[in-house]
């Protein structure tokens, strides 16, 4: 089952809850911003889903609240910064914004974020970027807390499932917006498909014994309801997307997002999730002296879109189309939670002294 | 046998002296042409040859080009390619790049209206051999539309690939070389000449309907490649083309361009130097996440876990040794075009050492 809750009174239930746990009101009111916005883009798995564990790291010291990105190297249009364990939506921002303020000076720049709490939905930080105008590149890892993912030709975990994003703006037409897990599926996608939701591509996972398959099992152990889903019980992994390509750009996100950052590449045996960014950022205005950019984008994007579909009611998307589909649905009709997912929230917030009832009252 | 790649290469470099290029140019075309035979590469490889010379006789590809800058500041240029072989105008542009990132420690080199650039791996080993971390974006302006949209069945993208090379001390880079698409066009191409079938889930046929027939891809009407892990690759392939070829000028896939009827390669590149972003760690914990990679039980019992390039340098190992195997048509279309451009028979044999 699920219900429906508005965008507005959700993200102030969140904001109150990470303000009572603990982080100043303006990070509260940020992170709530970003989960809600990834609900209502579709990416459920990276919405509110995520506040009950982002308490728990809280409490645990995994995350630390009202953090301020530290400048490790400062070579003009490149920089280091340490995020000393704060949280995504807020050290992300940071470093963002130095990338886009270092980019408009130099026309590109390059940022490498190390040590940041879970950077949520990568996809936010392209399309801040692109909000402003510039083009960008992120390769993230994490140093070693949601390894699941088996280089190609191999059985055991040995990356996360390492995202990829792009981002470039597309004049006054939303942004285009690539943003994807380099493993076949994330692991919220399991979470979705096990609750009953779209169902995993064949051939997601490999087994203990090298086998390919389907079956959530081999990422979380038995699935008989006695205990809760973990993913580090089951003995297989995911498989890399598109092969042998997909398998080498999640080491390039090692690479890039880990060694080069200094933030670390994956490892067991981690006890909180930090990710790693390294991001690179361009100012099109700023090379574009034709002023030919806007329009070949514009151009471009309207020959894709003019494709024969395959299936003679289909429709030829581009990227960021689904997620400008999702928000205006959303927008319009609220954003679906599973129950469970509602629940936890509901519980999150009592046991921080917040009510509940406000959202509640306005679920569906 | 195959043929031994020093003669492949003397060769290779006569038929482009013969067709109006300087000695270094032809140098550069051959060096950059066998040494994608030699790592396994073929469809990037010799069988390229006929079509440049056809390129040089019709005006789409002009010898003895330089870049032009179009714009400049510290740490970015975009440069023209002057529709010159892309072997020599890639090189100048990734030069220009590690020359730039040397000084900032970042660059970025947007290079247009280069001829065909060839093998994009060959440009992150470049920078890695001057010790720079880079990534690379590629499209065409349009002669190379081969791949339809994730939905589609019409051809709209090109085979858009992306490069990306770390340097590590003592040992060769890890890079990673791909096109968006499932398969190279040249792959094709191969699979045609030799007379086999392309692998599943690769190429639809002019209706949209998958097939494994190389001959459906080249049938009116024409078939096209699909992209690498559905929507994914599919998204990659579109930002290569905005980011290769918006920002650059150059312009995205369009049959209106100019430059459409010939190859015209566009590439954003970005050039990091580790040394300024790296602590002492860097090289060190890639080794360790190497390490820890390959100590991976393999999903076959027979399998191996590769890094990224590793595969390559093995391939070029062991063609050093027993030479190129360069298939029949392959080989003939060879013989055929430096033939045309005036070499005899008995310069073939003498350069290649091997009977035409």
Known sequence: MAIRVRAEPLRDLAADIFTAAGCPAEEGARIARYLVEANLAGHDSHGVIRVPRYVHWLKQGYVVPGQTVEVVVDAGALAVVDGRYG???????????????????????????????????????????????????????????????????????????????????????????????????????????????????????????????????????????????????????????????????????????????????????????????????????????????????????????????????????????????????????????????WTSICETARALGVDPEVAAAAAQ | MGIGSDGLKALTAAIFSNTGSGAAEAEAIARHLVEANLVGHDSHGVIRVPAYVQWVGEGKLVPNQSISVAFENDSVAIVDGNSGFGQVIGEQAVDLGIAKCRTGGLAMVGLRNAGHIGRIGDWAIRAADAGLVSIHFVNTSGGGILVAPFGGTDRRLSANPIAAGVPLPGRRPIVVDMSTCVIAEGKIKVALNKGVQVPENAIVDGYGKPTTDPAAFYREPPGAILTIAAHKGYTLSVLCEVLAGAITGGGCSNPANPTARKIVNGMLSIYIDPATVAGAGFAGEIERLIDWVKASPKATPDGTILMPGEIEDATKAERLKNGIPLDDMTWRQMVETARTVGLADSDIERLSGRGV
């Open chain 1, 87 to 341: 949280f995504g939506q807020t050290v992300g921002e940071q470093a963002v914004d130095l990338g886009l303020d270092k980019a408009r000076a130099h026309g590109v720049s390059v940022i490498g974020l190390r040590n940041s709490g879970h950077l949520g939905r990568v996809g936010d930080w392209p399309e801040r970027a692109a909000a402003c105008g510039f083009a960008s590149v992120h390769f993230v890892n994490t140093t070693g807390l949601g390894m699941l993912v088996a280089p190609f030709g191999g059985r055991e975990r040995r990356m996360s499932t390492n995202p990829f994003a792009v981002g470039v703006p597309a004049g006054e037409g939303p942004p285009v917006i690539l943003d994807f897990a380099t493993s076949i599926v994330a692991e919220g996608k399991i979470l979705v498909a096990i609750n009953g939701g779209k169902p995993l591509p064949r051939d997601a996972f490999v087994d203990a014994d090298g086998s390919f398959t389907t079956d959530p099992e081999v990422i979380y152990g038995k699935l008989d309801g006695t205990q809760p889903l973990d993913a580090r019980t089951g003995a297989g992994a995911i498989r890399a997307m598109g092969e042998h390509k997909g398998s080498g750009l999640s080491i390039m996100c090692e690479l890039l997002g880990g060694a080069l950052t200094g933030g670390g590449c994956a490892r067991p045996g981690e006890t909180r999730i930090v990710n790693g960014m390294l991001s690179i950022y361009i100012d099109p205005a700023r090379l574009d002296a034709a002023g030919s950019f806007a329009g070949e984008v514009a151009r471009y994007l309207d020959f894709a879109r003019s494709a024969k579909p395959i299936e003679a009611d289909g429709t030829v998307m581009m990227p960021g189309d689904p997620e400008t589909a999702h928000r205006a649905e959303r927008a319009r009709a609220g954003i679906p939670l599973q129950d469970s997912t």
